[in-house]
């Protein structure tokens, strides 16, 4: 069955395709939030540059949509035009080509072919990074690449350590490393009464939590500090907004008394916590280990309520593995847009 490729060169894409977006994307492998409708938005808005590009691609007859690229161009240090995913890079942990499940060969070939033709853009370099190491994209698209004559590379991009959760919190304590299970039972046991947590909701004031838990990470460390500039900011409080009405945010606060000491930005998405970013305020409580306390707790919870698992999501920190994350790996798949010797680039007639 043949496919149409619509494109969307502007943000009322997003508007166009609205009512369909996240239906595809729940029934697709690469279902995470970082390419819902409400995440994509919010990125570009605040955060794209260069050109927007979002492709749909869809049953001729019907017009059903079953896959969706989410692209926009940019030009590189070199001068050439590279075609990355909305979100790329820093601040969306997971990215994909967004493929309903069955579609894939479909929509991978209609999505060359529509790269290769006249009504494609004009690209020297199709970079996607972030991609999941099971994704589909890694395994059907430099097949198909490479027999237009592109070169393809895939490398390592980052590890996101993950905690599988098992149904009760002794048991998930079983699993750790003996002295790790120790030291969280002491921690937790030595909790003076005067420490409490909550999770933002209706009855808290969105806004200034947001802004308390950026202050927290610019407290954390220098690097922290000098991440959130202006705009990041802005992209923080817009996002905890967009997730926060689609009931997806959890902001994660442990208090001494009523002074914050540490909060954690998550996200719970497809029955699972997606750890986005912290904050910390170690210099005011330096003996409180206020961060592994609260990633007990926010473990602990998560387990409560029957969550699969703990995405503790990029980096390769130490206190990840120390709460039992394993790895999964986010790669990088870059296409260069080069001829068959005797062949003519199309859009260069």
């Known amino acids: 069955m043949g496919l149409s490729v619509h494109a969307y060169r502007d943000a009322d894409g997003f508007d166009a395709l609205v009512e369909v977006w996240n239906d595809v994307l729940h029934r697709s492998f690469a279902d995470t939030l970082f390419l819902t409708l409400q995440f994509q938005r919010t990125w570009w808005r605040v955060l ?4 927007l590009l979002l492709l749909a691609l869809c049953e001729e007859e019907s017009g059903r949509v079953v896959g969706i690229a989410p692209l926009f161009a940019t030009e590189n240090a070199q001068g050439e ?3 990355s995913i909305v979100g790329c890079e820093e601040v969306a942990d997971y ?5 309903a499940e069955g579609w894939e060969e479909q929509v991978y070939g209609a ?14 370099l199709l970079d996607l990074c972030n991609v999941h190491q099971d994704s589909p994209t890694l395994q059907m698209l ?16 980052d590890v996101c350590p993950i905690v599988r959760l098992p149904e009760t919190w002794e048991e998930y304590l079983e699993r750790l490393d003996g ?8 921690k937790l046991r030595h909790v003076s009464p005067d420490v409490n947590w909550y999770i933002v909701g209706s009855e808290h004031d969105l806004e200034t939590e947001v802004e308390d838990l950026l202050a927290l990470m610019a407290a954390s460390t220098p690097d922290k500090a000098e991440f959130l500039t202006p705009r ?7 996002l905890a907004r967009a997730t926060y009405e689609a009931g997806w945010l959890q902001l994660m606060v442990l208090r001494v008394g009523e002074q914050k000491a540490a909060a954690y930005f998550n996200f719970v998405y497809d029955n699972r916590v997606w750890v986005y970013n912290s904050g910390l305020d ?11 306390i609260l990633t007990a707790y926010a473990i602990r919870h998560a387990i409560e309520q029957g969550r699969e698992a703990f995405d503790f999501m990029q980096g390769d920190e130490r206190y990840k593995y120390q709460f039992g994350g394993q790895d999964v790996e986010v790669r990088r798949l870059s296409i260069r847009h080069t001829q068959k010797p005797g062949s003519k680039d199309p859009r260069s007639l």
């Open 81 to 83: 035009r590279v075609l």
């Open 142 to 157: 430099p097949a198909l690449a490479e027999a237009r004559g592109w070169a393809v590379s895939t490398g390592l991009d």
């Open 111 to 124: 999505l060359v072919e529509y790269l290769a033709g006249s009504d494609g853009p004009a690209w020297d």
């Open 282 to 292: 170690w210099q005011s409580f330096p003996r409180l280990s206020a961060g592994v």
């Open 95 to 99: 990215l994909d080509l967004i493929v």
């Open 48 to 51: 794209g540059e260069g050109e």
């Open 179 to 186: 002295k790790q299970r120790r030291e969280i039972r002491r």
């Open 232 to 238: 990041m900011r802005e992209f923080f409080c817009q």
